[in-house]
């Protein structure tokens, strides 16, 4: 895609609000940030426009981008907006958007922004719109609008989906609009504040890992072991309204389900900001339209890169259609995480083929210590490898501890390390020798619909899924002061895990 800008219009006149809605703090970070942090991966620039001196000091302290003030003397007026981005612009494509769109996603963006001819615009609103610089000829100091401009010049028309007109329509004018789309979030008793939720979708997997369900899954062609599409969303609404802002679909083998899809568009309308699926790979033939439909990061579960060992630790035979998906999704440019469990009798001894084959890639290889489960307790005694042999193998290949956060969960259970001439990230996630309790921000979903919440829960705990979402809500909240400080694996105390195939890992 060619560079393009984003102006966020901060000038406006924010009354009923009763302050300046881009430096509203939404859980301690200004709206203007929260925006700029969800859409920045689209952008080689970011402008804020605002309309006087004294909001463009207080814009400057907030950030270290670049702030204009639209001087017009037309305060507030989104088309000097327009015409102050198209003049300070350094690159040809401008996209503009008004501070509080904050339904406005990557995935409605990119869309626009491979439409042509310019200017373009969803359905006849002005906003989201992309400019041109050279559209600046057709300025004129009458007082005209955003769309009289766009229609003036024959604009490209996109026509939205249902999922993308319901995220065109938010609008935050109030302190009610922030709290109704942001929802009220949860803390647990030990102060965790909660807002990631994992939701498993199906028992179902079409695949044998010698670690998580060594006799498979008979019958998954035409078992039903799922979560009804209306269970599912109602779980994402009650989630959402109490705050959680990522989800992350699993199973089982989510891909599997036959609503994957809506479940992913659901979650997108309802404005999950993070939607990640983790996968065996196996089963999905085209990842693009689970990116149409709003998925913004992929975790596929690979252990090795040889196909003899593949078969042998998971009993699939698809190995190659799990390479050609993780190649998809990295020619979509999506966040692309691998999940390796290290495994002591059956590919610790080719883990460098892996991390010479990950080097290559823009993408985080994250090894996953073996846990262990009550089906193999036995297996976990011969396999179980501590994830600072593989660290140590990773320093020799010239890889360091990384300085920089994890994007998708900066306060997320791995370590990383990264290296000076690689595009590829490691990732280490070490339950038993580095427990990350205190950092745990989650709560799971079985598939049978049941709270779990932690992934060593002793027990499930009952759900009121036929409710409404409020009601759901409701106990979902009340259940919370269960939540236990931390669990004691390291002791020997796994819970009532007998493998991860409800609870999704
Ligand atoms: N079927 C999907 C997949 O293969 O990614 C999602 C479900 S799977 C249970 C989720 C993750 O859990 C996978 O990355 C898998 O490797 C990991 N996992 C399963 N059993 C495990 C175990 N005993 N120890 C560590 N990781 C495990």
Redesign the pocket.
């Known amino acids: 895609m060619d560079k393009a800008t984003l102006a966020l219009l901060v000038g406006g006149r924010s009354e009923r609000m009763g302050q300046d809605k881009g430096l509203l703090p939404v859980r301690g970070k200004p709206l203007v940030l929260r925006q700029i942090s969800r859409l920045k991966p689209l952008f080689q620039n970011i402008l804020i426009i605002c309309s006087s001196l004294e909001q463009k000091k207080q814009y400057e302290k907030l950030s270290e981008y670049r702030v204009i003030c639209d001087d017009s003397g037309n305060d507030h007026a989104a088309y000097y907006g327009l015409i102050c981005a198209l003049k300070n612009s350094p690159t040809q494509k401008v996209v503009v958007l008004p501070v509080d769109a904050i339904g406005v996603d990557v995935a409605l963006l990119k869309k626009l922004l491979s439409s042509h001819p310019f200017p373009a615009a969803y359905d006849g609103t002005p906003f989201p719109s992309v400019w041109l610089k050279e559209h600046l000829h057709h300025w004129t100091a009458d007082e005209r609008s955003i769309l009289n401009l766009l229609k003036e010049l024959s604009f490209t028309e996109l026509k939205s989906t249902a999922c993308e007109d319901k995220l065109l329509k938010v609008n935050l004018n109030t302190p009610e609009d922030v709290r109704a789309y942001f929802g009220e979030p949860v803390q647990d008793a030990w102060g965790r504040q909660l807002n990631y939720l994992r939701l498993s979708i199906t028992e179902n ?1 079409n ?1 044998a ?1 010698r ?2 369900l060594p006799q498979g899954f008979p019958g998954w062609e035409s078992a039903k072991a799922l979560l009804s599409f209306e269970g599912i969303s109602n779980i994402l609404q009650a989630f959402r309204s109490l705050g959680f802002e990522k989800v992350r679909f ?5 891909s599997l389900h036959p609503n994957l899809l809506p479940a992913i568009t659901e979650a997108r309308s309802l404005g999950y900001e993070t939607i990640s699926l ?3 790979g196996s089963y999905i033939r085209n990842c693009s339209s689970l990116v149409e439909a709003g998925l913004t990061h992929i ?3 690979l ?1 090795t890169i040889h196909e003899r060992t593949f078969f042998k630790i998971t009993g699939n035979k698809h190995f190659s259609k799990v390479l050609a998906l993780i190649d998809q999704a990295l020619e979509l440019k999506m966040n692309v995480r691998i ?1 390796t ?1 290290v495994l002591r009798t059956q590919n610790f001894h080719e883990i460098s083929d892996l991390l010479e084959w990950a080097k290559q890639r823009p993408l985080t290889l994250r090894f ?6 009550n089906l ?1 307790q036995a297996y ?1 005694k011969e396999n179980w490898v501590s994830n600072e042999e593989v660290q140590r193998m990773a320093r020799s290949l010239g890889y360091e501890p990384s300085s920089k956060l994890d994007g998708l969960e900066p306060a997320g259970p791995a370590l990383l390390y990264d290296h000076p001439q690689s595009p590829c990230r490691l990732g280490f996630i070490s339950p038993l020798s580095c427990n990350f309790c205190s950092r745990c921000n989650r709560l799971r979903v079985t598939a049978q619909g049941k709270l779990r919440l932690c992934l060593f829960s002793e027990n499930d705990l009952a759900l009121p899924l036929q409710e409404s979402p409020e009601v759901l809500a409701k106990t979902i909240r009340a259940l919370l002061v269960e939540k236990q400080e931390g669990h004691i694996l390291a002791q020997g105390h796994m819970g009532n895990v007998a ?3 409800g ?3």
């Open positions: 997997c695949m890992c670690y998580c699993t199973g089982g083998e989510p983790t996968t065996n975790n596929i579960s252990d999940n469990v996953i210590e073996l846990m262990p489960t193999h976990f493998h991860f195939r609870i999704g890992g």
